[in-house]
């Protein structure tokens, strides 16, 4: 039997957070550029939601307290994976694929955590775009263009040089 979902879409000037709900519980969530709200408040963690992107655009810290997510249909490595990243890289900072390798205790995963990054289902909410390459941004599914707003947005300075990659500095 298929579960009733229920989709929600909340907005700002620079994007918009799409939120698809069953039981109370987070299923996934996408990002986009600026389409119109369809809000149903169907969740206390709705607000949380609707504050947070209203803290981006105003470029404010934005903290996420523990959210109503599905994990039960992530791999105990993915699972692994997006919780230490939402627990440990904060609002404004950044971490290099590698260097969350080490932090999850699997110095040679770099690759396997960008396969997790990219098909992470709750961007946003777990911050896939806040990890990147040593020496670029890295990929982001949703769009790169949606990634750079974010970093910004978060504070995270980013400079151009004469090589064709970004180099990220975190905020203080």
Not at 68 to 86: E, G, I, R, V
Not at 97 to 103: F, G, I
Request: with cysteine; net charge positive; proline share 8%.
């Amino acid at each position: 039997m298929q579960q009733s979902t229920i989709t929600e879409i909340f907005s700002n000037a620079y994007f918009s957070l799409s939120v698809v709900w069953a039981s109370e519980l987070i299923l996934s969530t996408a990002l986009h550029f600026p389409q119109p709200e369809k809000i149903f408040n169907y969740s206390h963690y709705s607000l949380i939601i609707k504050t947070n992107l209203k803290n981006y655009a105003q470029k404010k810290t934005v903290y996420w307290p523990t959210p109503p997510l599905k994990w039960d249909q992530l791999s105990a490595f993915a699972q692994h994976t997006l919780k230490t990243l939402f627990q440990t890289v904060p609002f404004g900072q950044t971490i290099s694929y590698t260097d969350l390798a080490q932090k999850i205790g699997k110095p040679k995963a770099a690759r396997a955590i960008g396969q997790v990054m990219a098909k992470n289902p709750f961007p946003l909410i777990i911050p896939c775009h806040r990890v990147v390459a040593k020496h670029h941004l890295g990929g982001f599914t949703p769009h790169p263009k949606l990634k750079k707003i974010l970093l910004q947005l978060e504070g995270i300075k980013l400079y151009q040089h004469q090589l064709p990659h970004t180099i990220i500095q975190t905020s203080q």
